[in-house]
């Protein structure tokens, strides 16, 4: 069970705009930066987003993070088969003193 | 260029031990905290330890405290991760991370990782 709460799940047509989001509490999503992360299968993650909704360079403005109270969100514009991947987000949890994941939501493009 | 290069993976018996290693190059190793992150077969990641830069403080999730203990050498820039009294559980592919400063844990660069079994 997971301190950071993710659909296991999501799913879009190519063109679609699908979101993804990450339930947490006061001592994690509530007061600390949110990190996401895409790991297509067989491969090592890779940043996404970081700080809520900062996009590193190379990753397409097609992604957008955001935040709200102990939740955020992932949006995916314009969904495109090789999104189609694993996502995690990520915090830290003043309470467990520990950095946490979210369970994961894979993603598939139909 | 900015690379992780993990290593020590490998299989071992319960309560056994292992030590993983990772070599960072292309950038100013000293300067990052480090961190490891492990991903067992089929489910999703889990943060192990991270070490600040100066290797001053460490952290280390519930499940892993008093059995694994991580290190960094920053002469070598090389950051470590001994694990003892291994379980069945801890068997996953191991990560090794790099954690800018002032990210807010915004992993940026990592390893292509390390394969842990433990078995009999």
């Known amino acids: 069970q997971s301190v950071l709460t993710q659909p296991p799940s999501a799913s879009g047509t190519p063109g679609q705009r699908v979101t993804i989001s990450c339930s947490g509490s006061?001592?994690?999503?509530?007061?600390?930066?949110v990190n996401w992360y895409q790991q297509v299968p067989g491969m090592a993650p890779k940043l996404l987003m970081h700080?809520?909704?900062q996009r590193p360079s190379g990753v397409p403005d097609r992604f957008s993070g955001s935040k709200s109270g102990t939740s955020a969100s992932l949006a995916i514009s314009g969904l495109q088969s090789e999104d189609e991947a694993d996502y995690y987000c990520?915090?830290?949890?003043?309470?467990?003193?520990?950095?946490?994941f979210g369970g994961g939501t894979r993603l598939t493009v139909l | 260029q900015v690379r992780l290069v993990d290593s020590g993976g490998g299989v071992v018996q319960p309560g056994g031990s292992l030590r993983l290693s990772c070599a960072a190059s292309?950038?100013?190793?000293?300067?990052?905290?480090m961190h490891w992150v492990r991903q067992a077969p089929g489910k999703g990641l889990e943060w192990v330890a991270m070490?600040?830069?100066?290797?001053?403080?460490?952290h280390y999730i519930d499940s892993v405290k008093g059995r694994f203990t991580i290190s960094r050498d920053n002469s070598r820039n090389t950051q470590y991760l001994q694990m003892n009294s291994l379980r069945v559980e801890d068997t996953a592919v191991y990560y090794c991370?790099?954690?800018?400063?002032?990210?807010?844990?915004?992993?940026?660069?990592w390893g292509q990782g390390t394969m842990v079994t433990v078995s009999s």
């Open positions: 991370v790099r954690d800018p400063p002032g990210s807010g844990w915004a992993f940026d660069v």
């Open positions: 292309g950038f100013i190793f000293n300067t990052y905290a």
């Open positions: 070490i600040w830069y100066d290797g001053s403080h460490t």
């Open positions: 006061s001592s994690n999503i509530g007061s600390r930066p």
């Open positions: 700080n809520h909704n």
């Open positions: 990520a915090t830290w949890d003043d309470s467990l003193d520990a950095l946490v």
